[in-house]
Nanobody, 126 residues
Framework: QAQLSESGGGLVRPGGSLKLSCGGS????????VVWFRQAPGKEREAVSC????????RYAESVKGRFTISKDQAKNTVYLQMDSLQPEDTATYYC???????????????????WGQGTQVTVSS
């Protein structure tokens, strides 16, 4: 059974860092483009970053550009999101999704994704 799960969230002070993991099981994550989303209460879901399944091409939302870095480890079947210089506005539940049809150049936008995780909470205190 194919599954996707996020981990690494927690409480951090402004200016701090966290590294999120998006791990796949039952399928090869590297065959898919992977996108990180975040959603805070009362706000729309925002695509934060995506990485191509073909190679390591990446794309970032303007709100996190220069602070977040997406990467993948094929051997571990895992995609990461390194988050530095965190701000209170980054507080949200972070989700990852994967699909071989997603295209990094348009922020991996799709109506549906083949795989979707349950989310991990990131809280930046102020």
């Amino acid at each position: 059974q194919a599954q996707l799960s996020e981990s690494g969230g927690g409480l951090v002070r402004p200016g701090g860092s966290l590294k999120l993991s998006c791990g796949g099981s039952g399928f090869t994550l590297g065959y898919n483009a992977v996108v990180w989303f975040r959603q805070a209460p009362g706000k729309e879901r925002e695509a934060v970053s995506c990485i191509s399944g073909i190679d390591d091409r990446t794309r970032y939302a303007e709100s996190v550009k220069g602070r977040f870095t997406i990467s993948k480890d094929q051997a571990k079947n895992t995609v990461y999101l390194q988050m530095d210089s965190l701000q209170p506005e980054d507080t949200a539940t972070y989700y990852c999704a994967a699909d071989p049809q997603a295209i990094v150049e348009n922020m991996c936008r799709l109506y549906e994704y083949d795989y979707w995780g349950q989310g991990t909470q990131v809280t930046v205190s102020s």
